[in-house]
């Protein structure tokens, strides 16, 4: 049960990185666990993680990230310059299914 939920974790995510790492401030996406006022909730989600979270009143309807995609709750999570170095990465442009190998140092053929 557990595992067939990561994996539609991980397939949401696949369909829908593109779409993630278009709105403003995004720096990466990835499945993480949510966390409510920093405490981890236990549930298994996707995280996107942006330079600085914006109040809702200040981005139009197209730039706001969604709660949830088929099911699957969305969590956004800020990165200070102490937690992350900002920008672009020669990993972080790469879709997640390509993350996942190098993370892991398995190439799948």
Not at 14 to 41: I, R
Request: glycine content about 8%; overall charge neutral; charged content about 30%.
């Amino acid at each position: 049960m557990v595992e067939e939920l990561i994996e539609k974790i991980h397939k949401t995510l696949d369909e829908h990185w593109e779409y993630l790492k278009s709105h403003p401030n995004v720096l990466n996406v990835a499945v993480g666990k949510k966390f409510v006022k920093g405490k981890d909730t236990g549930v298994d989600c996707i995280t996107v993680y942006v330079s600085k979270k914006v109040k809702k009143k200040l981005l139009g309807v197209s730039d706001l990230l969604p709660k949830e995609i088929y099911g699957v709750p969305v969590d956004v999570v800020e990165l200070s310059s102490d937690d992350f170095e900002l920008g672009e990465t020669s990993v972080s442009v790469k879709p997640p299914k390509v993350q996942r190998i190098i993370a892991g140092g398995v190439r799948k053929e």
